[in-house]
Nanobody
Framework: QVQTVESGGGSVQTGGSLTLSCAAS????????MGWFRQTPGMQREGVAV???????AYADSVKGRFLISRDDAKRTLSLQMNSLKPEDTGMYFC??????????????????WGQGTQVTVSS
């Protein structure tokens, strides 16, 4: 059974940092693209950062230089280090598996096996 479980969310003030983690199981983790997405009420799910099986990364313009996505294939985990957080970073963060080895897009329709999400709240 394919499963992704997110953790690490919380409440921080503007300028603070958080690191999110995602534990994956039920598939050959090291061969798949993985991604982090966020969603706020009334908005579509936004692809924040993605990482291909070979470590190649892509970021939303809004988080470039502040967020860092990484993967540990031995531990089957995905991380998102978030620095210099802003109120507009507030949302529910999800990890998901891509449909193949490479992340060609950050569109949520190209990802599957979503976790339950972890809430990030940034206050001004």
């Amino acid at each position: 059974q394919v499963q992704t479980v997110e953790s690490g969310g919380g409440s921080v003030q503007t300028g603070g940092s958080l690191t999110l983690s995602c534990a994956a199981s039920g598939f050959r983790y090291d061969t798949f693209c993985m991604g982090w997405f966020r969603q706020t009420p009334g908005m579509q799910r936004e692809g924040v950062a993605v990482i291909s099986h070979d470590g190649a990364t892509a970021y939303a313009d809004s988080v470039k230089g502040r967020f860092l996505i990484s993967r540990d294939d031995a531990k089957r985990t995905l991380s998102l280090q978030m620095n210099s957080l802003k109120p507009e970073d507030t949302g529910m963060y999800f990890c998901a598996r891509g449909r193949g080895s490479y992340c060609y897009t950050r569109e949520s329709v190209d990802y599957t096996f979503w976790g339950q999400g972890t809430q990030v709240t940034v206050s001004s």
